[in-house]
């Protein structure tokens, strides 16, 4: 039976790259390796509503990929149904934090503000406990050991650039956004090829 759901885990992370690589092309006042991803979608940003959609898409599509590999009985799995999970959550996740928008630089703190980094210090978390959790679901599976020792590696190098693109903005240093670009397009890729890997059947002994 052919699958369909992890079309969406390759369409949605495409469309947040694209997001956000038109989202810094069409603002003269934003910097790709300075700004952060959430200054796009600020309250007070420019092109709040195409950014909005473009982000909204791919966080219901990361759901809908979730649901989907939670529901796939061809994977029988507990750990593959605990990341599953973990990913329907990162996605809704990912909705709130369009609500509970970034507070500007500089300015006073906001409830909201305050909830978007909550939100997005569990995305993190989240993030690179599911990749492990997949990681260690698909040793058994004589065909899958190279992307589980991939999926380890990535895990460690999101960790090692969410951590520097952390301490970046907390220093105001120029790299931060690019320490943040590093971190979220590793995960983008790994959901790219983990639904490739689904869509065309790759996972087996």
């Known amino acids: 039976?052919?699958?369909?759901?992890?079309?969406?885990?390759?369409?949605?992370?495409?469309?947040?790259?694209?997001?956000?690589?038109?989202?810094?092309?069409?603002?003269?006042?934003?910097?790709?390796?300075?700004?952060?991803?959430?200054?796009?979608?600020?309250?007070?940003?420019?092109?709040?509503?195409?950014?909005?959609?473009?982000?909204?898409?791919?966080?219901?599509?990361?759901?809908?990929?979730?649901?989907?590999?939670?529901?796939?009985?061809?994977?029988?799995?507990?750990?593959?149904?605990?990341?599953?999970?973990?990913?329907?959550?990162?996605?809704?996740?990912?909705?709130?934090?369009?609500?509970?928008?970034?507070d500007p630089r500089g300015a006073p703190t906001t409830l909201n503000g305050t909830l978007h980094i909550i939100l997005s210090g569990i995305t993190a978390a989240l993030t690179i406990i599911s990749i492990i959790i997949v990681g260690m679901s698909f040793r058994k599976y004589a065909n899958m050991k190279l992307f589980s020792w991939y999926s380890y590696v990535t895990s460690v190098l999101i960790f090692l650039s969410g951590g520097a693109g952390a301490a970046s903005f907390a220093n105001n240093s120029p790299i931060g956004g690019l320490f943040e670009r590093i971190t979220i397009f590793l995960f983008m890729i790994w959901v790219i090829i983990l639904s490739y890997l689904i869509l065309k059947n790759k996972i087996n002994g």
């Open 1 to 102: 039976m052919k699958k369909f759901y992890p079309l969406f885990g390759i369409i949605g992370p495409i469309v947040y790259i694209l997001a956000v690589f038109l989202g810094g092309a069409i603002r003269h006042d934003y910097s790709a390796l300075y700004n952060s991803i959430s200054e796009l979608s600020m309250a007070n940003a420019p092109n709040i509503i195409l950014m909005d959609v473009l982000f909204g898409i791919y966080n219901i599509f990361i759901v809908i990929f979730g649901f989907g590999a939670y529901l796939d009985s061809n994977i029988s799995d507990r750990k593959f149904n605990a990341a599953s999970i973990m990913l329907v959550i990162i996605g809704i996740l990912g909705l709130m934090v369009l609500i509970f928008t970034q």
